[in-house]
């Protein structure tokens, strides 16, 4: 069974990990950071794609927040290049910050709309 393909957005000490670990175990993933030299750590490796969060959620089933917090995600989510804007039917959202527990309901309630 060919596994889905998984998106990290946010490069620092856990996404970094976390994205590493994922392209040992899985045939393709997509990175992302604001930081070039975050995504330049990842350009060379096997299977990894280097995609903005919008072409993340065109192209994955799940994507995983390592960034900072609330404000960050609803960044990535916003607008005609965002998240929300592109999603693919049935994109798994998993929200893994230290993040405002009421803003990540309505960003939640946002993106379960769409």
């Known amino acids: ?3 889905p393909k ?3 957005v946010g490069l620092g000490n856990m996404g970094r990990g976390i994205a ?3 392209a040992k175990a899985l045939r393709s993933i997509a990175v992302w950071d604001v930081a070039p ?14 995609a903005t ?5 065109r ?4 994507m995983f927040f390592v960034v900072p917090g609330s404000a960050e995600i609803a960044q990535c989510l916003n607008g005609r290049d965002g998240v929300l ?3 693919r039917r049935g994109l798994a959202i998993y929200d ?4 405002d527990p009421e803003k990540t309901r309505k960003l939640a309630s946002r993106a379960a709309a769409k």
């Open 1 to 3: 069974m060919r596994q």
């Open 6 to 8: 998984v998106g990290v």
């Open 20 to 22: 590493v670990n994922l």
């Open 37 to 50: 030299a975050a995504r330049a750590r990842f350009a060379d490796k096997k299977g990894v794609t280097i």
């Open 53 to 57: 969060p919008g072409e993340m959620a």
């Open 59 to 62: 192209g994955c089933a799940v």
């Open 85 to 87: 804007a592109n999603a």
């Open 96 to 99: 893994l910050t230290s993040s």
